[in-house]
């Protein structure tokens, strides 16, 4: 993927903290950095309601579909390139239409996030894409991200559109379609951290992760996403964990602003958020 451009004006408005980043930013310095080595290796799918298997063939088909004709590409090129952003309007649940109910955590930019009353964002414009080809209208269901796949495991939702990585643990409650991006963890730091300047590789930094002082190191990330298995540990995602005490955040915006306040050492969340995050609070400073 290209690297982020300057963020447009509507990601200022992604969550309500970054009014919070443009007033506690008085200097022009970087308030933050990315430690750019991948922490993990990732696919992210979409999670299909068990009970609906035609759904998921016809998802399976739809993205083998946009991955051949260009048309992911070209999603992508408006959120990493140049491309600008289509918002995308959720109709209002009704059981007498025929409707594609999507659930998402719309804090997770640059794949959902919200402008007013409209979504924005990766996910989201495949969605509409999606419910167009299946000939149904599309209702977003916006909701905490630990919900998102017990959503659609209750029959609640049709399908979890949310930046997931495939999973045994969220597989209990969704079967996921193909993979249709690649993606990792990344650490950010205060931009004056130099600890890992020196690292060439992402093992040099999980030497010098792995040898903290768990009582002295807090990292933060979003609650209910990989980088929480990361930090904590966890046997079906084959994490050891870190010498850290693990923070849980409502979205990474509010986890990288408790960094800026020197509440936190690290924070650690999906590689694509992270930079979208780190360029949004720097282009304020």
């Not at 730091?189 to 300047?197: H, S, W, Y």
Request: glycine residues 6%.
């Amino acid at each position: 993927m290209k690297k982020f451009t300057k963020v447009i004006a509507a990601v200022l408005a992604l969550t309500f903290i970054v009014t919070a980043f443009a007033a506690c930013s008085g200097g022009s310095k970087a308030k933050v950095k990315v430690i750019d080595f991948n922490l993990t290796t990732e696919n992210y799918a979409f999670g299909v309601d068990k009970a609906q298997p035609e759904l998921l063939t016809s998802v399976n088909e739809f993205i083998a579909e946009i991955k051949e004709n260009g048309k992911f590409d070209e999603i992508c090129n408006k959120y990493f390139g140049n491309g600008t952003p289509t918002p995308v309007t959720s109709a209002t649940l009704d059981d007498s239409k025929d409707q594609l109910l999507v659930a998402t955590n719309a804090a997770f930019a640059p794949f959902e996030y919200t402008e007013g009353d409209k979504f924005l964002g990766i996910d989201m414009e495949i969605a509409a894409l999606l419910a167009e080809k299946l000939g149904k209208e599309l209702v977003i269901q916006n909701m905490d991200f630990d919900s998102v796949c017990l959503s659609v495991g209750q029959h609640k939702s049709d399908i979890a559109m949310a930046g997931l990585t495939i999973n045994e643990k969220r597989e209990q409650y969704v079967t996921f379609s193909d993979a249709y991006y690649e993606a990792s963890q990344k650490l950010i730091v205060p931009a004056d951290n130099t600890e890992f300047d020196a690292c060439k590789s992402a093992d040099e930094i999980m030497t010098i992760l792995n040898a903290k002082d768990k009582a002295a190191t807090k990292i933060g990330y979003q609650s209910g996403t990989t980088a929480e298995f990361f930090v904590k540990g966890d046997a079906d995602w084959e994490f050891d964990g870190l010498p850290a005490q693990g923070v849980n955040y409502k979205n990474g915006s509010l986890a990288v602003q408790d960094l800026i306040n020197g509440n936190l050492t690290y924070v650690i969340i999906d590689s694509a958020p992270a930079s979208f995050i780190t360029e949004t609070i720097n282009e304020l400073a």
